[in-house]
Structures are given as structure tokens and as C-alpha cells.
């Protein structure tokens, strides 16, 4: 639930980035369509939207854990394109197994290899090096969540967001506590950081896969990346600084 307004705000930042994008390049408008056209793709699109109140209804309301939320969002946009849309044929289905086995393959490739390097951090001692330097530079809670978030930022671009939530939640969190942080908030703003990383390269699982659905290369898409990576960290400060946008929804709604 602290997740909901985080993620909206970055939604929202990089929808507005993209309308100056599309702005300045004189991208083609669509004709502003009539009610009975919305009422009409509104209904269509309902099957659809339900995925999502299937998907973090059960997430929430403790039915099912995140992993087999995937599972369940896969079967059902499976029923939906065969069976509702009748977009996707019997035929095509082992063409589009034998494609989304090859895009998650390079998923997995990233995420062993970020594996191996949260290994070779951990045996080395660095988690707890850079505590003791991160404690060693300042008291100020503004400026130790700045360094955080930096060496969250950092962290996220070498290391896929499993291995770094197990490694560096045990290493930043009794300094968040001890800064008066709450526990809930951290969570949030370590999840942001981690979800930036997911985007940039090397070992960005996201990034990799938009570029492999697009079929374009990753040094094609960096440089047009920026204001939305530039978006997406002024979100990040927000959230940082103001952790009502975290706590607000759990309080109303969860008495938290």
C-alpha cells in the first residue's frame, strides 16, 4: 500500500517527460475521441484492467506472495489474448513460448552473473565497509539519506534487485532506525532506488528486455534516457524527503 503514491509519482514524472518529448518533436496528436468511444473502449478494455485488481488484491489480501502473482498474471493474459480477444491462435503459441524463453534466458543470464557479484561483496566485507564510512562521514539524517540514496543508485545499476535488497536491508536499515526513519518509509525509498537500477545498464534486467522486444540496441536508447532517468531521481528525492507520500495511504486506509 506506501508503494501506491511512489509509484504514481513516477509514473506521473516520466508521462510528463515524455509529453515534452512528443511535444517538441511535433509527435502526431489523435483526434479527441467521443464519449460513446470511450464508453466503447472502457468496456473492452475492462477484462484487462481487472488483471490489475487480480493481481495486488491477492498481493495485499495475502492470497497469493508476489511470485505467484506473476504466475497467475501469465495465465490470465493468456486466457484473455486466446480466448477473450482472440488475438493470439493455438498456432502461434509455441513461437511466442520459444520468444519470451529467449528474452527471459537474458533475464537470467543478468541476474547469475549480478548474483556472483553480491558474493564476491559480501565475502569481501564491502556492505559493512561502506557503513562504517557511511556513519564515519556525517550525523545529519538529510545528508546520510542523500548518501543512501546515492549508494543505492550505484549499487542498483551493478546488481539486480534481489541480491541487493538480502545484502544491503541488514546493513542500512539500523541506521535508518536509528535516524528516527520509519521502517516502512525505508522500505519504499530502497525499493525506488533499486527500481531505477533495473532501467540503467549494465545489469539493467528491465532496460534489457525493452531493448530485446524492440529489437534496438542498448547504446541506442541510453542518451534518449536521460530526462527520464533525471525524472525519475527528482521523484526519488521526493519520496526521500517527504515520507508521507509513503505513509499517508497506510494510515488512512490500514490504520498503520
Known amino acids: 500500500m506506501a508503494g501506491y503514491i511512489p509509484g504514481i509519482l513516477m509514473g506521473l514524472s516520466l ?64 486466457v484473455l489474448a486466446v ?35 553480491s558474493w564476491a561483496m559480501a565475502n569481501a566485507d564491502i556492505p559493512y565497509m561502506i557503513s562504517d564510512a557511511l556513519l564515519a562521514v556525517s550525523d545529519n539524517p538529510l545528508v546520510l539519506l542523500l548518501i543512501i540514496n546515492i549508494i543505492l543508485l550505484i549499487v542498483g545499476i551493478f546488481m539486480d534487485m534481489t541480491p541487493a535488497v538480502l545484502i544491503f536491508t541488514p546493513i542500512f536499515l539500523p541506521i535508518a532506525l536509528d535516524l528516527g526513519i520509519d521502517p516502512v518509509h525505508f522500505g519504499v525509498m530502497m525499493t525506488f532506488n533499486l527500481a531505477i537500477g533495473i532501467c540503467t545498464p549494465p545489469v539493467g534486467s528491465a532496460l534489457f528486455v525493452g531493448c530485446s522486444v524492440a529489437n534496438i540496441s542498448i547504446d541506442r536508447v541510453i542518451k534518449p534516457l536521460l530526462p527520464f532517468y533525471a525524472a525519475m531521481f527528482i521523484s526519488l528525492m521526493l519520496v526521500t524527503y517527504i515520507p508521507q507520500l509513503s505513509l499517508w495511504l497506510p494510515q488512512i486506509l490500514l490504520g498503520y
Open 83 to 117: 480466448l477473450i480477444y482472440r488475438e493470439v491462435s493455438f498456432k502461434q503459441l509455441p513461437k511466442i513460448v520459444l520468444e519470451s524463453a529467449i528474452t527471459t534466458s537474458i533475464v537470467l543470464l543478468l541476474v547469475g552473473a549480478s548474483m556472483g557479484m
Open 15 to 78: 508521462m510528463i517527460v515524455a509529453g515534452i518529448i512528443a511535444k517538441r518533436r511535433g509527435y502526431p496528436v489523435s483526434p479527441k475521441p467521443s464519449c460513446s468511444q470511450i464508453w466503447d473502449t472502457t468496456v473492452k478494455a475492462l477484462p484487462s484492467l481487472l488483471l490489475v485488481i487480480l493481481i495486488m488484491g491477492g498481493i495485499i489480501g495475502g492470497i497469493f506472495t508476489a511470485t505467484e502473482a506473476s504466475a497467475i498474471a501469465v495465465i490470465y493474459t493468456l
